[in-house]
T-cell receptor, first 120, second 112 residues
Framework: GAVVSQHPSWVICKSGTSVKIECRSL??????MFWYRQFPKQSLMLMAT?????????EQGVEKDKFLINHASLTLSTLTVTSAHPEDSSFYIC????????????????FGPGTRLTVL | SQQGEEDPQALSIQEGENATMNCSYK?????LQWYRQNSGRGLVHLIL?????REKHSGRLRVTLDTSKKSSSLLITASRAADTASYFC????????????FGQGTTLQVKP
């Protein structure tokens, strides 16, 4: 159980186009999903927190108009990179929390396999 | 923001040797987790240690936590070539937002 998928696993696009990445929790309901980006040989950097049915909360320095996040259902969150440029090329990873877990001190997140975005 | 710092940044050992990675953090925590990432892949959860625990074992993994020093270590015993990966520690956001704050990671290479 507790599987998170991402689609696509990799995408190549031209500069100026928009790219949508999907994150799905396959066997549980995820009230909260998180989006990270990771540059080569670096750690994960949290971009935003996505809560089902409400607006995403963005980390400082992340442009919300460029990285559009939609969490319309308990099993799906999408990240759209609008007007992508080469500097947006990165590895994007999502994670999801199981909404049924009520333990306050145990923050279990399940990670997707990541999406490699290359902008030419 | 990244609050965790890990050392070493890179570690190369021979198969069969033990590998120790350290992680330091800055704020109070409820728990600390260790993850593994193979090149170009997602994260695999290895182990979680709560703030009231000092040591935890899982197979060949041993994690320690010293909250007074705000540090944790991950020991992999009898390493295998398949252990080659990047290892990250992650602490929960002290504001209980559910966010995880990742360390910079240690890249481990185990030579056969």
């Amino acid at each position: 159980g507790a599987v998170v998928s991402q689609h696509p696993s990799w995408v190549i696009c031209k500069s100026g186009t928009s790219v949508k990445i999907e994150c799905r929790s396959l066997d549980f309901q995820a009230t909260t999903m998180f989006w990270y980006r990771q540059f080569p040989k670096q750690s994960l950097m949290l971009m935003a927190t996505s809560n089902e049915g409400s607006k995403a909360t963005y980390e400082q320095g992340v442009e919300k108009d460029k990285f559009l996040i939609n969490h319309a259902s308990l099993t799906l969150s999408t990240l759209t990179v609008t007007s992508a440029h080469p500097e947006d090329s990165s590895f994007y990873i999502c994670s999801a929390r199981d909404g049924k877990l009520r333990t306050l001190t145990y923050n279990e997140q399940f990670f997707g396999p990541g999406t490699r975005l290359t902008v030419l | 923001s990244q609050q965790g710092e890990e050392d070493p940044q890179a570690l190369s050992i021979q198969e069969g040797e033990n590998a120790t990675m350290n992680c330091s953090y800055k704020t109070s925590i409820n728990n600390l987790q260790w993850y593994r990432q193979n090149s170009g892949r997602g994260l695999v959860h290895l182990i979680l240690i709560r703030s009231n625990e000092r040591e935890k074992h899982s197979g060949r993994l041993r994690v320690t936590l010293d909250t007074s020093k705000k540090s944790s270590s991950l020991l992999i015993t009898a390493s295998r070539a398949a252990d080659t990966a990047s290892y990250f520690c992650a602490t929960d956001d002290p504001g209980n937002t559910g966010k995880l704050i990742f360390g910079q990671g240690t890249t481990l290479q185990v030579k056969p």
